[in-house]
């Protein structure tokens, strides 16, 4: 194989993972029923747990990418017919959407103009439903929504609350019990710095007495719960062959995260993001994403006038300073870049590299 380029990556993810995660994915690899594995596993459940602030038991990692863990929460809550509300301000609320009616939800979207966020009123004024399924940060558009009274809300009307947290797990503050949460799911290449490949989830008492009182199976195999925490759970019997290297590598991500302790990550993503904004704005560059509702982790961004095609200096970026940015989406489409600062990718010297480079290539 041709020796891969390094990069530094701060597109929309994945984002650079640190040394000692590359170092685990390196060690042989262990059986996924193997003693020693599933005690690794076992603590895995443990830091999730802290890392989604929430004493849910179940608590685990799916194996796939960010988007299997949406399908894996919205395939166990919602059987045909049930009534599910979505918000959407972006690409991946419309990925809820889609979702949720492939499996057999009646979907009313609430949405808004991107870049906006969804005012809780309006979705709190759309229940009663089965499900109400939002994107905490909505990676299309770097805009940052508000939970605020959600979760009092789903309760008081027995709807459960989903949330979508694969851009805002370990980067801005979120606290899954506190928030009143029942279905909350996350992916690793993001702010947890661990290669693209498992969605860590977690499951509330209320969420998984649905799932039991379903008239009708979950319509995926590999994603239902039930069967899932046959192998997470106590019984650890085989469902499918866990990814054990990936599993490992999570573990260590999640080490880290801890070490660094979770309100020190969401401090180091504010500041560092703020900065690169300021920095961004001084060069000419404007948000798509209404001010106070920006995420730090992921700028949206319009490109500074006349500066041509958005193609060319994206790949000049990546050719001659080895930094990637991202594809705009939407209303960015060819005006803009989507600008992360990710976990490992956030770091004072990747910044001012970053900066440096961006400032080349649209000078
Ligand atoms: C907010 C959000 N949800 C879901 C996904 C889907 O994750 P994946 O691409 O890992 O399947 C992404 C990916 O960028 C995302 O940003």
């Not at 041709?2 to 000692?20: F, H, I, Q, T, Y």
């Not at 596993?41 to 796939?64: D, I, P, W």
């Not at 558009?141 to 008081?156: H, N, V």
């Not at 940015?325 to 209303?331: E, L, R, T, Y």
Request: glycine residues 12%; proline residues 6%; charged residues 20%.
């Amino acid at each position: 194989m041709s020796k891969l380029p390094v990069r530094l990556l701060c597109g929309p993810g994945p984002s650079d993972v640190a040394p000692s995660v590359l170092e685990v994915l390196s060690r042989p690899i262990l059986g996924h029923l193997d003693p020693a594995f599933l005690a690794l596993a076992e603590e895995v459940k443990t830091m999730l747990r802290t890392v989604f602030q929430t004493a849910n038991e179940t608590t685990f990692a799916v194996s796939g990418t960010g988007s299997a863990g949406m399908e894996c929460a919205l395939v166990n809550v919602i059987e045909p017919g049930d009534d599910v509300v979505v918000g959407v301000a972006g690409l991946f609320g419309l990925r809820l959407a889609e979702i949720a009616r492939r499996c057999g939800g009646a979907v009313r979207t609430i949405e808004v103009e991107f870049g906006k966020p969804i005012p809780v009123e309006r979705l709190i004024q759309a229940l009663p439903a089965k499900v109400l399924a939002v994107v905490h940060a909505e990676t299309s558009t770097g805009m940052r929504q508000s939970l605020e009274g959600l979760g009092d809300a789903c309760r008081e009307t027995g709807t459960l609350l989903v949330v979508d947290a694969v851009t805002s797990l370990g980067g801005i503050p979120l606290s899954v019990d506190e928030a009143g949460i029942d279905v909350c799911y996350s992916g690793t290449q993001k702010c947890l710095s661990v290669p693209p490949g498992l969605a860590p989830i977690t499951f509330s008492d209320a969420a998984l007495e649905g799932v039991r009182r379903r008239g009708t199976p979950v319509r995926s195999w590999y994603l239902d719960v039930g069967l899932l925490t046959q192998y997470w759970g106590e019984e650890r019997t085989y469902h499918h062959t866990a990814p054990t290297g990936m599993i490992a590598a999570l573990h260590e991500g999640l080490r880290l995260v801890l070490d660094e302790g979770l309100e020190a990550r969401w401090q180091r993503h504010q500041t560092l993001g703020g900065e690169l904004q300021i920095a961004l704005a001084e060069m000419g560059f404007r948000f798509l994403a209404e001010a106070g509702h920006r995420l730090p982790q992921l700028s949206a961004t319009f490109l500074p006038d006349k500066i041509g095609d958005e193609r060319v200096k994206r790949r000049r970026l990546l050719d001659d300073f080895g930094i990637e940015v991202g594809a705009g989406f939407g209303p960015l489409s060819g005006k803009g870049w989507r600008i992360g600062l990710m976990g490992e990718s956030c770091r004072p010297d990747k910044l001012a590299r970053l900066v440096d480079g961006i400032r080349a290539v649209v000078s």
